[in-house]
């Protein structure tokens, strides 16, 4: 490697740093400001839409429609949406994992997985729904975890698949942003989950999402 690819090479890897310190310090300081009570929560019921036109239905079928609503849903999959509550009442979003890219290619030459490991990046499209912005580091809220029940949190690494969220990531209210988290695990781990919880991951709520 020539000198002035190392010296490129340790640019990336100095920039990669400093966004995980800052987002490792705020972290830190929401989980300090906290006051979480009980356990988190596991979600994996889709966001559902009111169903429109139709005509209007007899009396007669209303157990008909009670039997329906009560049938198990099934667990929300990669291309769902779910609805996520942070600790304050004002921080929700609806939160997307749009598509799972296994394995990734690394963005850059220099940078590769370790011996037996392999890059996986989830794309998650996140829309503020609450009266606060969307303030947070995606990639402190995400892991994916294998079909053993193994969870893997995120890497540093950048892929080809897409762009990464800055750090921190800045939503107004109403809007939505979209970016990329990259994880590094094993090569033989088969990924069954994907999770993501709000306020950097430490909100009590946390959303599931199957893949395949």
């Known amino acids: 490697m020539s000198a002035t690819a190392r010296t490129t090479a340790r640019r990336a890897a100095t920039r990669r740093t400093a966004a995980l310190l800052l987002g490792a310090a705020l972290v830190t300081l929401t989980a300090t400001?906290?006051?979480?009570?009980?356990?988190?929560?596991?979600?994996?019921?889709?966001?559902?839409?009111?169903?429109t036109g139709g005509a209007a239905k007899p009396a007669g079928d209303k157990p008909a429609e009670t039997k329906a609503a009560d049938a198990p849903k099934a667990p929300?999959?990669?291309?769902?949406?779910?609805?996520?509550?942070?600790?304050d009442k004002g921080n929700t979003a609806d939160v997307t994992?749009?598509?799972?890219?296994?394995?990734?290619?690394?963005?850059?030459?220099?940078?590769?997985?370790?011996?037996?490991?392999r890059y996986v990046a989830v794309q998650f499209q996140i829309k503020a729904t609450g009266a606060q912005a969307y303030s947070e580091a995606p990639w402190g809220s995400a892991k994916v975890v294998d079909a053993q029940?193994?969870?893997?949190?995120?890497?540093?690494?950048?892929?080809?698949?897409?762009?990464?969220?800055?750090?921190?990531?800045?939503?107004?209210?109403?809007?939505?942003?979209?970016?990329?988290?990259?994880?590094?695990?094993?090569?033989?781990?088969k990924l069954d989950k994907v999770q993501f919880a709000l306020d950097n991951g430490f909100a009590n709520q946390v959303g599931q999402w199957k893949i395949g």
């Open 76 to 87: 929300a999959k990669v291309g769902d949406t779910i609805a996520l509550k942070g600790m």
């Open 149 to 189: 029940g193994q969870a893997y949190g995120p890497s540093l690494a950048e892929t080809k698949a897409g762009p990464a969220f800055q750090t921190p990531t800045n939503i107004a209210p109403g809007e939505t942003g979209k970016g990329f988290v990259t994880f590094e695990v094993p090569v033989d781990a």
């Open 97 to 117: 994992t749009v598509k799972v890219a296994d394995p990734a290619e690394s963005a850059n030459e220099y940078l590769k997985p370790a011996d037996g490991k």
């Open 33 to 51: 400001a906290c006051n979480s009570t009980g356990g988190a929560s596991v979600s994996t019921e889709a966001k559902q839409t009111a169903a």
